[in-house]
Each structure stands twice: as structure tokens, then as C-alpha cells.
């Protein structure tokens, strides 16, 4: 079993809607817990971070944390042709400082 | 504030030649990562460095590959020789380390590299 599980996808939403991005992870000693975004040939890039159980919004983004069923989710409100991109899901656990990755969602929106 | 900085951006070599990447990681951001990214896959750390010290190597191929952090600034990577299998783009990225939860970190530009 992979670490962390993602849909590959890809998954597509029209503009305005909502996307919903999930991970799984297997590592009950993991810890915080993050969303990089990644545009084609580019490199990924941090959106948010969360560690507590609950929900955190940052603009039209949401994480969504349930350490007991061991998922993280994240909401991307309002959807945009420009939030096209593959989601990267990663997850830190222990006293290591250091992540380890999904295989990432590939999310289109659609105009 | 300057990111992180790799080069070259791009590096196209034959099977079993060297090859040498470079990080410069941000300014005061003492951890360093090497990451290697398959087509379709997520990052794999290869290696990581605490200032000048690797700290978690376990999954860099020794045989092949070799870093060091000189200084614990800027990093170099190497593979040789190289295999067709390595062609992939490696990452670099650093984070300020210390026990904050939040130590998402900034990734470089990476380096698409393909061996022929």
C-alpha cells in the first residue's frame, strides 16, 4: 500500500464550481500535512499547510483534516480556468522534517 | 527575496556519461532537499541535508548518484554513470528546518533531465 493514496484523476469541474480534491494516507504517526500545486513543466508550489483536525480556509481554498479516518481533503471554491493543474498532496510525520508526496490529481476547469 | 535557484534548467546526455546538478537554496534556510520527480509520479526525496550535514540519504542509489552541501549553502548532485532510468526532473528545495509544524518548503525550477 502506497504511503499516500490520491485520484489520479483527471478530474474536471466547469467555472464557478467546486473542486474536490482527497488523499488518503497510511502513516497514523504523520503529523501536518500540505497541498503544493503544480502547472505543467513547472515546479510545485506551497498553497497550504494544516496539522489540526478541522478545516482552514485561505481565500477560495479549504483543507479539510480527519486524522481518525486518515484523510485530507481540499476544497477549491469558485474554480477557475486558472487553478487547472495537478494537486500534489504531502504528508510529514515523526521527527523527520521532510514530506512525502502523492502522485498527485490532475484537475481541469473547464470554461 | 531570490528562491531557490537550480541549474542548468535542462540537460540532455548519453547513457553512462556524468552529469552534476547545482542548488542554490534561500538565504538562511538551513535544511536542503533532492527531489526526483518521474513523469506522472509525485516527488521522492533523494536526500537531505541539515546545514552541512545529509542526514537522510536512504533513498539515494550510491552507486551512482553522490551530493554533497559544502558550507551547508549551495548543493550539488552527480549521477555517474548515468541510465536511461534516471531521466526524470530533479528537484531541489530548502525550508528554515527547525520544530515549527509548518515547514512546507520552496521548490527550485528543477532540472529535466534526459538520458539518451
Known amino acids: 500500500q502506497k504511503e499516500v493514496e490520491q485520484n489520479s484523476g483527471p478530474l474536471s469541474v466547469p467555472e464557478g464550481a467546486i473542486a474536490s480534491l482527497n488523499c488518503t494516507y497510511s502513516d497514523r504517526g504523520s503529523q501536518s500535512f500540505f497541498w503544493y500545486r503544480q502547472y505543467s513543466g513547472k515546479s510545485p508550489e506551497l498553497i497550504m499547510f494544516i496539522y489540526s483536525n478541522g478545516d482552514k480556509e485561505d481565500g477560495r481554498f479549504t483543507a479539510q483534516l480527519n486524522k481518525a479516518s486518515q484523510y485530507v481533503s481540499l476544497l477549491i471554491r469558485d474554480s477557475q480556468p486558472s487553478d487547472s493543474a495537478t494537486y500534489l498532496c504531502?504528508?510529514?510525520?515523526?521527527?523527520?522534517?521532510?514530506?512525502?508526496f502523492g502522485s498527485g490529481t490532475q484537475l481541469t476547469v473547464l470554461p | 527575496e531570490a528562491g531557490v535557484v537550480q541549474s542548468p534548467r535542462y540537460k540532455i546526455i548519453e547513457k553512462k556519461q556524468p552529469v552534476a546538478f547545482w542548488c542554490n537554496p534561500i538565504?538562511?534556510?538551513?535544511?536542503l532537499y533532492w527531489y526526483r520527480q518521474n513523469l506522472g509520479q509525485g516527488p521522492e526525496l533523494l536526500i537531505r541535508?541539515?546545514?552541512?550535514?545529509?542526514?537522510?540519504d536512504s533513498q539515494l542509489p550510491k552507486d551512482r548518484f553522490s551530493a554533497e552541501r559544502l558550507k551547508g549553502v549551495d548543493s550539488t548532485l552527480k549521477i555517474q554513470p548515468a541510465e536511461l532510468g534516471d531521466s526524470a526532473v530533479y528537484l531541489c528545495a530548502s525550508s528554515l528546518g527547525g520544530t515549527r509544524k509548518n515547514y512546507g518548503y520552496t521548490f527550485g525550477s528543477g532540472t529535466r533531465l534526459t538520458v539518451v
Open positions: 504531502a504528508f510529514s510525520s515523526g521527527s523527520a522534517r521532510q514530506l512525502t
Open positions: 541535508y541539515e546545514n552541512e550535514e545529509a542526514v537522510d
Open positions: 538565504s538562511g534556510h538551513n535544511t
